[in-house]
């Protein structure tokens, strides 16, 4: 044999820097892994670290440990070292490579893993584009838990949980991941390499490197499919055991380019450094100077003020925003509030109602059973909450006529055609202010400025400021003629 | 610091990215879905990472990912989607991996509906995953508290390297209270342990695999250990009048919003009626029940739950005095007059006990 091949071949057995010089688990053979004689999982190993030797990525790498016969493969690799649950790995990665985006990640799978119980996270993975490199290692078979099958294992292929042979109609067909990943837009590389016989080693080891070198480049998502021997589990010898992985295993998964993208695969682009510290409160919008001052009104503070209101309506009704318009005047005006909404399926449809507390003190309940002030934009929400209202309240109704049979001694009523109101103004989805306008001439607690305030904060339209303005001023409007009714009728 | 008006929901999120947090990862669900969105909004401007999951056992293994990142990272869920999320609460458990979990409970079980509940805390509490292992729980009752113990979360879940779950019903991520923030930010650090893709941490190494018995047994030893610490530096709770209470209510979330009011009006009626509200429900404030049980003469427990935490204050009250449960669940709420008559009936109870005393006192 000629000297340069003894050189090449010595060469091939060095340890890669990027394998630790001691196998711990095994103290008294270090000359062995953990892994069985004839096993594939050795030679990818050698693979992912030569590769990583080559492109000077060592203290970069972290290598994202599996569920399988591999989830010692940290016990080897010199580079940082995550171990995961079942499946989960491109997750993993995921989150590490976009919070650390000079990272190298690696996410090392078995078929059960990433075929089976992680398809999901493979797929969502690969179609985000996710810059790390996947070894998909297919066996074939469950290996660790002794011989179950796998979504990868052929057809009529008796396992330990397939004793009279895998038959499609029972558990279906050989899965075939990398052809349905490489119908993704994002993925950049896909191939799928074996260990069959050295010739199959030697491209398998090229496509190992490219794949790490894709990510190196920052192209994007790749993944190397290896078809793998497990001479244990099929009870073959090595020997044996690589020409079933060529002759079997490989007819069933082709062995070839899947996908190949690199050559038009743009860089990722890297994500914008981050803001200076003490601009953070300001991009979350709580910085103190962006915060309005408010317009507390001077008070008695020993003068009770606690409104409870409950507004309640047909969803799209403005329900919602009538209450925040309130609680946010309140907040101006320098008292307690606090806004609670329904926020149940009848959003969607049906109903919706939330309940409102401004107060002088701090408020124990948000919850409003017993309102103030009901106003209800709907007969159903009438029906529903008039019997709430205490001796003394108001129900502000949205109808024509307040219907008899919710006549209730010792309650105040304001009914009117709130929506007709508004629509006369120039729009009926102003009828919430309307009605606004005369809970805060009947709860009197609030000043304009205060309201003016929270439309500053919860309206954006100029149209809809003017148009609120006027119906709130309608709705106050509303509310004094009928006192004066109230009054001409004495 | 000025006040603004804001959900419960959107408070967490501030509160997290002022406490650090630059990272992620949700699934939508009712009633949590605005704490995502606003996620969303805000974390890619403050230099973060925001990711919309393909499911919550997408979301808890990316936190397991940024975790040992060494970046301070969130999610939140609601029932459905925090079970799915219990393999990944266990396996960070046993990896010791610091993150925040925000729960916004709604109604179980299955998918239940969308109103609020108090039926995950057996889950989330006790630990809803495999193995021996605890998570710290938070449960706050107001949008202030939605914003400082998201905060606390985060120091916890550091000092301890443990996932801290932010507990809160419904009602507290959606209602909208006045609350303010802190105007510094924290600067996010990586602790000296993460794999972070650097030299510095290449001898790093994250797992919850110990795969000889007796290294797993010493690992739980340690585990315990520190579970033990939290349990003595990191119990809080709020009482509310309990000095001379003979009847104390006991109720954390909108519940204990309820007991206040409840309590106020009964002191005003002349009953001495007091609140016991956890903040942390693990560490339970164990010591708080045992000291009240020599002066109180009756605990009320009132949950949204089929009586979950009371199972705890049974435990921590051991039997000195009695411990009453009422509760409504499937998304209503215990009204105040329901409450108010238990404590009339309990304080009618306590008024006859006492005279029956007296007069054994004076025939004694």
Same mark, same amino acid.
């Given at each position: ?18 394998? &630790? ?80 985006? $000079? ?32 070894? &998909? ?34 558990? /279906? ?20 390499? /074996? #260990? ?28 190397? $499919? +290896? ?11 090595? +020997? ?14 082709? #062995? ?54 409950? +507004? ?45 507390? #401004? ?14 002030? #009901? ?9 529903? &909450? ?5 001796? /003394? ?98 | ?24 990862? @949700? ?161 996010? %650090? ?11 941490? %290449? ?11 007796? @290294? ?57 009626? @007091?609140?016991? %509200? ?87």
């Amino acid at each position: 044999m000629p000297s340069e091949m003894v050189s090449e071949y010595e060469v091939s057995h060095a340890r890669p820097k990027a394998f &630790f010089a001691r196998f711990e688990r095994k103290d008294e053979l270090q000359h062995q892994t953990h892994y069985c004689p004839g096993c594939g999982h050795g030679i990818v190993h050698k693979m992912v670290a030569r590769a990583i030797d080559e492109l000077g990525i060592q203290d970069r790498t972290i290598l994202i440990s599996p569920v399988g016969c591999s989830v010692l493969a940290y016990e080897y690799f010199d580079v940082g070292n995550v171990q995961v649950a079942h499946g989960r790995a491109p997750a993993v990665a995921t989150a590490i490579k976009r919070s650390r985006p $000079e990272s190298i990640l690696i996410s090392y799978q078995g078929d059960g893993d990433l075929s089976s119980i992680g398809t999901a996270e493979i797929i969502h993975a690969a179609n985000r584009g996710e810059n790390i490199t996947v070894i &998909f290692v297919n066996n074939g078979i469950y290996s660790m838990t002794g011989g179950q099958m796998a979504p990868t294992t052929p057809l009529l292929q008796k396992t330990a949980t397939t004793p009279f042979g895998r038959s499609a109609q029972n558990e /279906g067909y050989p899965l075939h991941m990398s052809e349905m990943l490489a119908t993704l837009d994002a993925p950049v590389y896909i191939e799928r390499v /074996g #260990l069959g016989d050295n010739k199959q080693i030697a491209q398998a080891t090229r496509a190992v490197r490219r794949a790490l070198d894709n990510q190196v480049r920052g192209l994007g998502f790749s993944l190397v $499919e +290896v078809l793998a021997p497990c001479p244990t589990i099929f009870k073959m010898n090595p +020997v044996d055991a690589q020409r079933w992985v060529r002759d079997v295993l490989g007819k069933i998964f082709p #062995l070839k380019v899947i996908l190949d993208r690199t050559k038009e695969a743009q860089p990722r682009q890297l994500p914008e450094p981050a803001p200076a510290l003490d601009r953070i409160p300001k991009i979350l919008g709580v910085a103190n100077e962006d915060l309005p001052e408010g317009n507390p009104a001077a008070h008695d503070e020993k003068a009770v003020m606690d409104l409870r209101v409950r +507004v309640a309506g047909f969803g799209g009704q403005g329900v919602l925003l009538l209450g925040e318009v309130l609680a946010e005047a309140g907040l101006d005006a320098g008292l307690e509030v606090s806004w609670l909404p329904s926020y149940g399926p009848e959003m969607r449809s049906g109903t919706s109602n939330c309940h409102v507390r #401004l107060s002088r003190h701090a408020i124990d309940s948000p919850m409003v059973m017993n309102p103030d002030v #009901l106003v209800a934009m709907n007969e159903p929400s009438l029906r529903k &909450f008039y019997k709430s209202v205490p001796a /003394g309240g108001w129900i502000l109704y949205n109808g024509d006529a307040f219907p008899a049979d919710c006549e209730q001694d010792d309650i105040h009523v304001l009914a009117c055609p709130f929506t007709r109101v508004a629509d006369e103004l120039g729009d009926a989805r102003a009828c919430n202010m309307v009605m606004l306008g005369a809970l805060l001439e009947i709860a009197g607690v609030l000043r304009d400025v205060n309201i003016d305030a929270a439309f500053k904060r919860l309206v954006k339209s100029p149209r809809w400021m003017e148009l609120n303005g006027r119906a709130l001023a309608k709705g106050r409007a509303l509310y004094i003629e009928s006192c004066q009714e109230v009054c001409n009728a004495y | 610091m000025r006040k603004q008006l804001m959900k419960g929901n959107e408070a967490v999120v501030k509160s997290a990215i002022l406490a650090g947090c630059r990272a992620f990862y @949700g699934y939508p669900i009712t009633p949590a879905t605005e704490i995502t969105e606003a996620a969303a909004l805000y974390m890619p401007p403050s230099g973060g990472v925001f990711l919309q999951a393909e499911s919550e056992v997408a979301s808890i293994n990316m936190l397991y990912g940024a975790a040992s990142a060494g970046v301070r990272v969130m999610t939140s869920s609601s029932g459905p989607g925090i079970s799915l999320m219990q393999e990944g609460m266990s396996y960070l458990a046993g990896a010791e991996l610091p993150c925040v979990i925000v729960d916004i409970t709604r109604a179980g079980p299955g998918l239940g509906n969308i109103s609020s509940e108090q039926g995950d805390y057996h889950q989330v509490v006790k630990g809803g995953g495999h193995g021996n292992y605890r998570t710290i729980v938070l449960a706050p009752h107001s949008v202030q508290e939605m914003a400082d113990l998201t905060a606390l979360a985060f120091e916890l879940a550091d000092r301890y390297r443990n996932p801290v779950v932010l507990l809160a019903d419904g009602f507290i991520g959606q209602m909208m209270e006045p609350v303010e923030f802190p105007q510094t930010a924290v600067e996010p %650090r990586m602790p000296g342990w993460a794999v972070a893709g650097t030299k510095e941490t %290449r001898g790093n190494f994250l797992t919850s695999l110990v795969l000889d018995n007796d @290294g797993l047994e010493k690992h739980q030893l340690d585990l315990e250990a520190k579970y033990r610490r939290v349990e003595e530096c990191e119990v809080r709770a709020e009482e509310w009048q309990t000095e001379d209470a003979e009847i104390v209510l006991v109720g954390y979330g909108i519940v204990a919003r309820i007991l206040k009011a409840v309590a106020a009006e009964a002191r005003a009626n002349g009953i001495k009626v @007091g609140v016991l %509200r956890p903040i942390t429900l693990y560490p339970f404030p164990t010591k708080n029940f045992q000291r009240l049980a020599k002066t109180a003469r009756v605990f009320v427990v009132v949950e949204m739950s089929n009586g979950q935490m009371v199972e705890d204050v049974r435990l921590a009250v051991n039997g000195a005095r009695p411990v009453e449960f009422f509760s409504r669940v499937g998304g209503n709420v215990p009204s105040h007059e329901e409450v108010l008559g238990i404590v009339q009936q309990q304080a009618g109870r306590i008024l006859s006990e006492m005279q029956l005393e007296e007069e054994r006192m004076t025939n004694a």
